[in-house]
């Protein structure tokens, strides 16, 4: 098959990762960053995040209800894939929130300085988490968030486009980028997907 020119492959991908550490250190990619720090390149003229593609190209798995590629080490640039694990959005979200609580203990100006713009604090990701535990039948509390917060999300009257999103990101089998074999060729479901806009 002929390669797009605006896709990676396994031979244009590794030479970006610096494995300078060895087997066991965090491999950081080198290339273009998104705004969250997360290395990011392009498979099939779509944006992916290179620690998920590196997890694809090492040939890893995509067990059912898994479609979140995580880091062991907390490194977002790293790339080794001994250091990625396939994981729910639910352990994603879980993940997200614990290190947001974290945070409060690590860098509690960071938080008190944002307190009177606190829920514009939150980013697409965040909303996505909490979306997911309310689903899941957490009380707001529980979460950290207001409960006006909860009941203008359950109301659709913020985030509406990111609860929204989510629903099309876990419930449709096609968003996933685990339709890409371990040389970066699109199965028919991923052509599906990458064929859209
Ligand atoms: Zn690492």
Not at 40 to 56: D, E
Not at 98 to 119: D, Q, Y
Not at 145 to 162: E, M, N, P
Request: with cysteine; hydrophobic share 30%; net charge positive.
């Amino acid at each position: 098959m002929s390669w797009h020119p605006f896709t990676t492959t396994p031979e244009t991908f590794w030479p970006k990762i610096d494995k300078s550490g060895g087997p066991e250190a965090c491999w950081p990619w080198t290339g273009s960053q998104d705004g969250r720090g997360y290395g990011i390149t392009k498979l099939h003229c779509k944006t992916i995040r290179s620690h998920r593609l590196a997890y694809i190209f090492a040939g890893g798995e995509f067990p059912e209800g898994r479609h979140c590629v995580c880091h062991r080490c907390d490194n977002r640039l790293c790339c080794n894939p001994a250091h990625l694990f396939p994981g729910s959005y639910k352990d994603n979200a879980l993940d997200m929130v614990a290190k947001r609580r974290h945070l409060s203990f690590t860098c509690p100006e960071r938080i008190n300085r944002g307190e009177a713009h606190r829920w514009a604090k939150f980013t697409e990701d965040d909303i996505r988490a909490i979306w997911q535990r309310l689903q899941d039948g957490e009380r707001p509390a529980a979460i950290g968030i207001s409960s006006q917060l909860a009941c203008d999300l359950k109301a659709g009257r913020c985030w509406r486009h990111v609860t929204g999103l989510r629903k099309t990101a876990t419930n449709d089998p096609t968003q996933c980028w685990d339709h890409v074999d371990g040389n970066g060729n699109l199965t028919p479901l991923g052509t599906a997907w990458a064929g859209r806009k």
